[in-house]
């Protein structure tokens, strides 16, 4: 009987015991696919940020300060920015951070690459069409010569000090830069990183057209990021899956406006000093790299349908999905297995390039 006794007490602690731990274990998974949204402006666009896990606030919390931290160092009309610094310098050198290097210098090898179709020293025509404070405006082509001729991307000089991490920077004192078409995608990207410094192990970002994902989703599976019908905001063409990447959108139905039935939109071709020409409606770029997304995605629509796939074919490491004028959804083949086509696309039909 004391034995029968003593093996019913330990029965009933070994199943207190095995309670107690699959409690635990529930509460650990509750912990991992905890999910935590936020949504902030800044950088003139709603955005919205999604961790998930028991340091989701925390890595929020982070990304947060480094999306406002750049925003204050990259406005060029705020006088207190480092970009403002670098367009009153009247030519002298300016110190800037690791942070702004890397995007110029990624900049610089997509405006080489691409024969100057993005280029940020546009920014005096961007400002000349009224981008910048909305007072719309058709310029004179007299006007768009004159900004033409303070481009100057190639001109720039960036300089390394490795002893204090710091960098400096020259651009010719008639010159104007902007980081409109790098911005996002940088942030989106220094956002990510983040998270993950606080331990964020699965979370996604919205910037405006800018999404960047961290790992993959709670259970494991695969993200599904909708790519905008550019003719209606409300719609979506179709869904692809990704895992941790960039997926960077730009068109002109983001910023636009009306002058006598005709639609000038942001995209400056850095060519002509007009909104850009292009036969597309939109260009996604799927890459791991969130600021040479944001880059590409501004080159490649500067550049058209034929130009941008002879890019990808070239250079590589990154897949596009291009929206045409004539109602076709262009996947490069990388893409192939990863987008599914909306049942509301209606007139849109895929092709896929090799």
Same mark, same amino acid.
């Given at each position: 009987?004391?034995?029968?006794?003593?093996?019913?007490?330990?029965?009933?602690?070994?199943?207190?015991?095995?309670?107690?731990?699959?409690?635990?274990?529930?509460?650990?998974?509750?912990?991992?696919?905890?999910?935590?949204?936020?949504?902030?402006?800044?950088?003139?666009?709603?955005?919205?940020?999604?961790?998930?896990?028991?340091n989701?606030?925390?890595?929020?919390d982070?990304?947060?300060?480094?999306?406002?931290?750049?925003?204050?160092?990259?406005?060029?009309?705020? $006088?207190?920015?480092?970009?403002?610094?670098?367009?009153?310098?009247?030519?002298?050198?300016?110190?800037?951070?690791?942070q702004?290097?890397?995007?110029?210098?990624?900049?610089?090898?997509?405006?080489?690459?691409?024969?100057?179709?993005?280029?940020?020293?546009?920014?005096?025509l961007?400002?000349?069409?009224?981008?910048?404070?909305?007072?719309?405006?058709?310029?004179?082509?007299?006007?768009?010569?004159?900004?033409?001729?303070?481009l100057?991307?190639?001109?720039?000089?960036?300089?390394?000090?490795?002893?204090?991490?710091?960098?400096?920077?020259?651009?010719?004192a008639?010159?104007?830069?902007?980081?409109?078409?790098?911005?996002?995608?940088?942030?989106?990207?220094?956002?990510?990183?983040?998270?993950?410094?606080?331990?964020?192990?699965?979370?996604?970002?919205?910037?405006?057209?800018?999404?960047?994902?961290?790992?993959?989703?709670?259970?494991? @599976?695969?993200?599904?990021?909708?790519?905008?019908?550019?003719?209606?905001?409300?719609?979506?063409?179709?869904?692809?899956?990704?895992?941790?990447?960039?997926?960077?959108?730009?068109? $002109?139905?983001?910023?636009n406006?009306?002058?006598?039935?005709?639609?000038?939109?942001?995209?400056?071709?850095?060519?002509?000093?007009? $909104?850009?020409? @292009?036969?597309?409606?939109?260009?996604?770029?799927?890459?791991?790299?969130?600021?040479?997304?944001?880059?590409?995605?501004?080159?490649?629509?500067?550049?058209?349908?034929?130009?941008?796939?002879?890019?990808?074919?070239?250079?590589?490491?990154?897949?596009?999905?291009?929206?045409?004028?004539?109602?076709?959804?262009?996947?490069?083949?990388?893409?192939?297995?990863?987008?599914?086509? @909306? $049942?509301?696309?209606?007139?849109?039909?895929?092709?896929y390039?090799?």
């Amino acid at each position: 009987m004391r034995h029968t006794k003593i093996f019913s007490e330990w029965m009933k602690r070994a199943a207190a015991l095995l309670l107690c731990l699959c409690m635990a274990l529930s509460l650990a998974a509750c912990g991992e696919n905890r999910k935590v949204t936020r949504e902030i402006y800044a950088m003139d666009t709603v955005m919205t940020l999604t961790a998930y896990g028991s340091n989701a606030d925390a890595g929020l919390d982070a990304a947060e300060s480094v999306i406002f931290a750049m925003e204050a160092m990259l406005d060029p009309e705020l $006088p207190t920015s480092t970009v403002y610094a670098i367009n009153h310098a009247d030519g002298s050198s300016v110190v800037v951070s690791a942070q702004i290097a890397r995007m110029l210098t990624t900049a610089k090898t997509v405006y080489d690459q691409s024969g100057g179709a993005l280029d940020p020293t546009v920014y005096p025509l961007v400002k000349r069409w009224g981008f910048v404070d909305q007072k719309y405006y058709k310029p004179s082509e007299a006007e768009i010569a004159e900004d033409l001729s303070r481009l100057c991307f190639d001109q720039m000089t960036l300089t390394s000090f490795p002893s204090s991490g710091s960098y400096s920077l020259t651009i010719p004192a008639y010159g104007q830069l902007s980081f409109g078409a790098v911005a996002k995608g940088s942030a989106a990207e220094n956002a990510i990183d983040a998270m993950r410094q606080a331990g964020v192990q699965s979370g996604i970002i919205s910037l405006g057209g800018n999404v960047q994902t961290l790992g993959l989703k709670p259970d494991g @599976s695969l993200w599904k990021v909708a790519i905008q019908d550019p003719e209606n905001p409300d719609g979506y063409v179709g869904v692809i899956s990704v895992g941790e990447t960039a997926v960077v959108t730009s068109g $002109p139905y983001q910023r636009n406006f009306v002058i006598k039935g005709v639609v000038y939109h942001h995209i400056i071709n850095p060519a002509t000093g007009h $909104p850009s020409g @292009s036969s597309l409606r939109s260009v996604t770029i799927v890459c791991e790299d969130g600021t040479m997304a944001d880059c590409l995605s501004t080159a490649m629509f500067v550049l058209g349908e034929t130009k941008a796939l002879n890019y990808w074919r070239q250079y590589g490491g990154f897949e596009m999905i291009l929206i045409t004028n004539d109602d076709r959804i262009v996947l490069t083949s990388g893409l192939l297995e990863d987008f599914t086509l @909306s $049942p509301d696309a209606g007139k849109y039909h895929v092709v896929y390039s090799e």
